[in-house]
């Protein structure tokens, strides 16, 4: 394939040494035009960093033998973690027994409590106060932070009002978990995001002359200061800042990053080959929402079209409760169904809710804020609306046809139906692709009338409605039109 003038301009800018961002729109070719930069000079050493594994295996298979396709985890992996990564899983229970989660914090007697957002006092057991520092040190391997500070405790549902008493307990035993996990008989179990923080602590030299970065938009700072800091090499940085989703889990958006500190041109790739221009419009509605320079042009091509569909080839969920919704009607109405990652996530939650419906206290991380069901339950209706999909299921169904249902779900190459989280589907496509109603309309706000969208909400509507090649059904995103505003 010829490239485009836009991938014509990303190449000649390679040839001119400079460092570089693309800003690649939905299904607008960003892979291919890394590959022609690739092929135009063979005489360099280059790495491809791609986002997962089975992106970085797909990329040895089609780039030249010059270029090292890794992740971020493959740079940072020594074969040396190889048996602690193969340990047996653990429990944040046997965790807690392992470091001593009460001789840190000098807890002797009762076990300590914390009044909750709804007036409530929950038991902060060594388990969960564990589950809660394994979640810090996670985000502070996420970070491009040198030490854990108080910043790296999450905001817990149903404990963010009194999270001065929440941080006094977490922080010790986080600070205390990665003094352990940086030794090679450490007690705790490793895990990839903390083998990376650690080579990135070390300030390692990667050996290579070219560094592309594939998805840049949703690259935690821990490897983006990484790449920043590879001033030998020639960094390009691609990706699409509209689709940036994962900020929530520690990810920011390298290439504005790149932009900043590297003072580099940002070149743009807009036209679709996924989709044409019914879609594309559809995609552009929300790229203004979100003020973002980029618009797509549909590919002429390709006939797409916008409207009701009752047999759509995938589904798109704002939640994995939602998800779970449409997995459990299809199956009751016989149809072999799968589920994008799987039913693990669904159980985990259903495992949860049962536990608090018992009585007994969960490490979820949704979950892990309440002392019970029926907590859940008010804080959905008061405090948090996004839980109250999760809230309708349990009740209706119950946990154990929940799990049940999970384990019914076939492969996708069996499936008459695919369902997916929005997050999920990222990087992925179908023909045909509905969104489902649990992206729900934000509410005007009391006193100003607005409104208002927070800002990585329509970047996932963004991402939703260009996963569909042919046909879409975004009559669940009808209420766009009424936004008047977006916020951080």
Sequence with gaps: MNPTPEQTEAIDA????????????????KSSTLKM??????RRRMTYVAYNSAIAADARRSFPGTVVCKTGHGLAFDPKYGARLQRPRQTAHQAAQAIDVRSILGIIGATPTILTDLGGMKAMTSKIIMRMALDTVTRFCHSADAE???????????????????????????RAAWEDLKNDDSVLN?????????????????????????????????????LLA?????????????????????????????????????????????FGPAIAARANQWLRLIDAPLRLTGWEAAESTIGSLDAPDAILCRTNAGAMGIVM????????????????????????AEALQ?????????????ASWDDVRQYAAEEDGSLEVLVKLIDEHGPERIVSAADGLCSEQQAELVVSTAHRSKGREWPAVRIHADFRAPKPHQKTGLVVLPREEARLAYVAVTRAREQLDDTALAWVSTVTAVSE
């Design 190 to 226: 490793l895990s990839h995001d903390h083998y990376l923080k650690m080579w990135a602590l070390s300030r390692p030299t990667i050996p290579t002359d070219v560094v592309l970065l594939d998805e840049a938009q949703d690259t935690n700072d821990v490897l983006s200061a990484v």
């Design 358 to 370: 018992g009585g007994k206290p969960t490490d979820h991380p949704e979950l892990m804020g309440f």
């Design 148 to 174: 854990i500070i108080q910043k790296h405790v999450p905001h817990f549902d149903g404990l963010k009002k009194n999270r001065g008493e929440v941080v006094k307990l977490i922080l010790p035993v986080a």
């Design 14 to 29: 390679y040839g001119d040494g400079l460092d570089l961002v693309l800003q690649a729109g939905a299904g607008c070719g």
């Design 230 to 274: 590879q001033e030998h090499a020639q960094r390009i940085a691609v990706g699409d800042s509209a689709q940036q989703i994962y900020s929530w889990r520690g990810a920011n958006d390298a290439l504005a990053k790149f932009v900043d500190e590297l003072g580099c041109p940002e070149l743009t790739l807009s036209q679709s080959f996924r």
């Design 329 to 352: 009607h299809a199956l009751g109405e016989g149809r072999k169904v799968a589920l994008v990652g799987g039913g693990s996530a669904i159980k985990q939650l259903a495992w949860a």
């Design 37 to 42: 930069i690739a092929r135009s000079d063979r």
